[in-house]
């Protein structure tokens, strides 16, 4: 099953995205982070977002990508995953 959204920012561009779920046999993809946090009520979409570290901080999480092993910063670059870090 395929959804589709669309965004219009404060300018009035609008921005269609296709969104998809993983299969059972597939990793969690950014994808699926996105869709569950669509099912989370508005007003609690509203609240900050933290991640808990193991020594009790909690703080902003970042979302980040992670290069191949061996691949080294080109434009060509290639991603392995996306990393939700709690760090800059």
């Given at each position: 099953?395929?959804?589709?959204?669309?965004?219009?920012?404060?300018?009035?561009?609008?921005?269609?995205?296709?969104?998809?779920r993983s299969?059972?046999?597939?990793?969690?993809?950014?994808n699926d982070?996105?869709?569950?946090?669509?099912?989370?009520?508005?007003?609690?979409?509203?609240?900050?977002?933290?991640?808990?570290c193991p020594?009790?901080?909690?703080?902003?999480?970042?979302?980040?990508?992670?290069?191949?092993?061996?691949?080294?910063?080109?434009?060509?670059?290639?991603?392995?995953?996306?990393?939700?870090?709690?760090?800059?």
């Amino acid at each position: 099953m395929k959804y589709e959204f669309k965004i219009t920012d404060e300018a009035g561009n609008v921005f269609l995205y296709d969104i998809s779920r993983s299969s059972s046999d597939e990793e969690k993809s950014l994808n699926d982070f996105i869709l569950e946090a669509l099912q989370i009520s508005e007003d609690k979409r509203k609240l900050p977002v933290v991640a808990d570290c193991p020594n009790g901080m909690e703080v902003f999480p970042n979302i980040k990508m992670r290069l191949k092993k061996g691949t080294e910063f080109t434009p060509q670059q290639e991603v392995e995953k996306m990393v939700i870090t709690w760090h800059d």
